[in-house]
Nanobody, 115 residues
Framework: QVQLVESGGGLVQPGGSLRLSCAAS????????MGWYRQAPGKERELVAR???????NYPDSVKGRFTISRDNAKNMVYLQMNSLKPEDTSVYYC?????????WGQGTQVTVSS
């Protein structure tokens, strides 16, 4: 019943931009904190952006100023705008939803930054 489906990944050159989307269903979307995480081969999964039900955002220093998370509660959608992409941003990006004891993950979408 719960589904988080990411889209928008692909191949982009360094300095380029990409916009990821996550469509949520089966959850009370407006009450969830939504996040984007990434995991590259051999590395741990790391937070790249978070937005609370109230609209407060958080970013690690590695992406601050380059990435922007946003949400559209009417459409049950969360987005990640990625600008000034670097090769080290290459990873599988995952959508996450958290509320109370509930924690859900999408299947991931590949982002590759390479020339």
């Amino acid at each position: 019943q719960v589904q988080l489906v990411e889209s928008g990944g692909g191949l982009v050159q360094p300095g380029g931009s990409l916009r990821l989307s996550c469509a949520a269903s089966g959850i009370l979307f407006s009450a969830n904190t939504m996040g984007w995480y990434r995991q590259a081969p051999g590395k741990e999964r790391e937070l790249v952006a978070r937005i609370t039900s109230g609209g407060t955002t958080n970013y690690p220093d590695s992406v601050k100023g380059r990435f922007t998370i946003s949400r559209d509660n009417a459409k049950n959608m969360v987005y990640l705008q990625m600008n000034s992409l670097k090769p080290e941003d290459t990873s599988v990006y995952y959508c996450n939803a958290v509320r109370s004891i509930y924690n859900h993950w999408g299947q991931g979408t590949q982002v590759t930054v390479s020339s």
